[in-house]
């Protein structure tokens, strides 16, 4: 890398950062993924359950009782705002993979020059 102009240089590391950047976005969209689809899964399973039936919620070390109604508002609440997270996530790696992309092109068009 030495051997090239100081600022392709800056353009090579520019560009090395946003990739580390959409690796680390990429991750992060599992994780709310995960989240989401476990959100998912129990509000499917407590939808069968009677009105009136116990629901347990993990508060740290202990269960708390809540009602069905309870726990389902919060798992709606959370979902809500995973699922806009998740939106704002997706957005932000679609325009970043497309700057990549742009600075890809541009430093393959400039190290074409420098041949």
Known sequence: MSQL???V???LIELQKMT????RLE????VLERELNEINEVLSAISGLPDDAPV??????ILV?????????ELEDRKEIVEMKL???RKQLAELRREIER????????ASLVK
Do not use: F, N
Request: charged content about 50%.
């Open 56 to 61: 347990y919620k993990s508060v740290g070390h």
């Open 20 to 23: 580390e950047d959409a690796a």
């Open 9 to 11: 240089q800056k353009r």
């Open 27 to 30: 991750s992060e969209i599992r």
């Open 5 to 7: 102009p100081p600022d």
């Open 87 to 89: 939106g704002a996530k």
């Open 65 to 73: 009782r809540k009602t069905k109604s309870e726990v389902a508002k």
């Open 103 to 110: 600075r890809e092109k541009e430093l393959r068009q400039l």
